[in-house]
């Protein structure tokens, strides 16, 4: 049993644990079975009201804002230490929330989640400001002020790692946060609730409102104590958050969806291109923002390539996320699983040709769909052009290097992109022409604190990680003072 005392089910605010006011609840399910593991308190405007009181009144005390950076750091590297020591049960409650392989969630979420928080604790101890050279006869300088509140609003897919890049820049800087997870998938979050204040992260400082999107969400939304907010989630959500944010003047990071292509040239190294193609469309059983679901193929290998994938995919292991083999689970969700099946007939009635899957998998109730490559659909098809999320490759042919760049920028989206090329001025010159937040080359999803992603076009603006992040979470003020 783990040493972390958590109440999953209520909501935390103030440092404790509490009922919504109306009383409502939810149900949590498990997607590997369809049946319901637990419920949570479905939080209400006067329960979202509260949590906001209660971040405005820690961060007006100044108990963790009135801290040296270091000693903030302190604390988060602590996070980072507690997230390691409780790991196995951590990893437990991710999968039985989302689906995840329990191997994946040790070796992507739990691993991350840690890393993100060092690095973070490291950032808290480094923020610095700045002596400007001007004319004046005076001594100008520049220092960085946390924001004040700071609403997170995170997604079904990522649950722990994209609560903590939202927190751990937004706490490095001496901000206090309510932070809204998904509906679907809260636990992680609540388990963290308590871990944080373990760590010694005084009361107030992180609270979590658990609800739906509609209320809960756009009640923290539209709340006048919130100063700040960071939305990872749909583009569709996204648009309303950032206009809602922004008639109230409030600055947004908006974390958005992602439709990423990966490209293939012909002098490329097939047998490492392949790995990196399945785990691009097959990562998080297709639900990544940063996937690559759009693959892009110089013809003189395109038929190679399919043959290689319609033999690979099919052997990927498919199946109940708590068997440490399995490397795709289920969909986190009904309606997401319902999704890929409507965009997988579209494809059939688009002139698509499924080179696998295609299907369900009948397994234990859960909502399984098995990896799917479709051939032969148009650039302008909707399931090529839209994010279908969910484990599906669509696979296209190109003449020249120019043909490739222009069908990779050709969607909505710019989240991430993919080369791979053995030709090193290919590399660097394809990068530069891809519209996306990220560039992988000769891989895909390598991914690090240190280094910042976020997106261009429908894929949202503003940077998590890398020292980026923390621009967004602080306010820069200048202090003039006259040597007369
Ligand atoms: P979603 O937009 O449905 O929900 C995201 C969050 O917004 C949830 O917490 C939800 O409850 C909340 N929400 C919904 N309606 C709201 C409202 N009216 N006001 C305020 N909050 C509201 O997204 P999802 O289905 O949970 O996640 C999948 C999407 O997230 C995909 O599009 C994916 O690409 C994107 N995503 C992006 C990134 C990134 O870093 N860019 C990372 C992960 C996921």
Known sequence: MSPI?????????????????DGARTEVIDPSRGTVVTTVAEAGAADVDAAVRAAREAFDAGTWSGLSGRERGRILYRVAELIRENADELARLESLDVGK????????????????YEHFAALAHSLDGAVRDTPMNALAYTKREPLGVVAAITPFNFPLILAGSKIGPALAAGNTVVHKPADETPLSALY?????????VPDGVVNVVTGTGPVAGDALLRHRGVDKVAFTGSTAIGRHVAATAGEALKPVTMELGGNAANLVFEDADLEKAVGAIIKAFVFNTGQFCMGGPRLLVARPVYATLLGILA?????VPVGDPRDPGTVVGPMAGEKHLKKVEEYVELARKEGGRIVCGGERLDLDGGFYYKPTVIADLSNDSRV?????????????????????VELANSTPYGLASGVQTTNLARAHRVADRLQAGIVWVNDWAMLD???????????????????EALDAYTKVKSVVVSLD
């Not at 392989?101 to 993100?116: K, M, R």
């Not at 963290?192 to 010694?200: E, I, N, S, T």
């Not at 280094?451 to 429908?458: N, R, S, T």
Request: aromatic share 8%; proline share 9%; with cysteine.
């Open 5 to 21: 005392e958590i109440e999953p089910g209520r909501l935390f605010v103030g440092g404790r644990w509490r009922e919504a006011a």
């Open 101 to 116: 392989p329990i191997s994946l969630c040790h070796a992507v979420d739990i691993t991350n989640a840690a890393n993100d």
């Open 192 to 200: 963290m609730a308590g871990l944080l204040r373990k760590a010694g």
């Open 311 to 315: 033999d690979a995919v099919p052997g």
């Open 384 to 404: 090529v052009q839209e994010e279908i999320f969910g484990p599906v490759l669509t696979v296209q042919p190109f003449d020249t290097e120019d043909e490739a």
């Open 449 to 467: 604190p240190a280094v910042p992603f976020g997106g261009v076009k429908d894929s949202g603006y503003g940077r998590e990680y890398g020292p």
